[in-house]
């Protein structure tokens, strides 16, 4: 036999005992929210940089931030930017006439397009 009746117990004792002797290890900080920006803000106004270039500049300005990171961060920047619905700032007023033309029913054509120079006339 290769070990006792009492070392499987032991072996467990051992690991109960660690396991109550460092309950909660503590896990690397979170990044600031304004280095996150400071990332996100960087790659975006140089498109051309890498992770290792902004790592760089970081450590320029004093803060060590791994390039796995900036990776992170970018990635995570970039899922949430593909969620979010692209808006258009304005419409052209002078569109919605050939529009509403195209697509409002005949008898109606002629109050729309008064509704939309209205709407062009107050923007």
């Not at 009746?5 to 032991?10: D, L, N, Q, S, V």
């Not at 995570?76 to 409002?104: C, E, G, K």
């Amino acid at each position: 036999m290769l070990v006792t009746p009492g070392t499987i117990p032991r072996w467990h004792r051992c690991l109960v005992a660690k396991k109550l002797a460092y309950p909660n290890q503590v896990s690397r900080p979170p990044i600031d929210e304004a280095i996150a920006a400071l990332i996100e803000r960087m790659a975006t106004e140089n498109k051309r940089w890498g992770y290792k270039r902004i790592q760089g500049e970081f450590l320029k300005l004093g803060h060590h931030v791994g390039a796995s990171t900036i990776r992170r961060i970018r990635r995570v920047a970039q899922r949430l930017s593909m969620r979010r619905p692209r808006r258009l700032s304005r419409i052209d007023p002078r569109l919605l006439v050939p529009m509403a033309w195209s697509i409002a029913p005949h008898r109606r054509r002629q109050r729309h397009q008064h509704d939309l120079r209205a709407l062009a006339e107050h923007s």
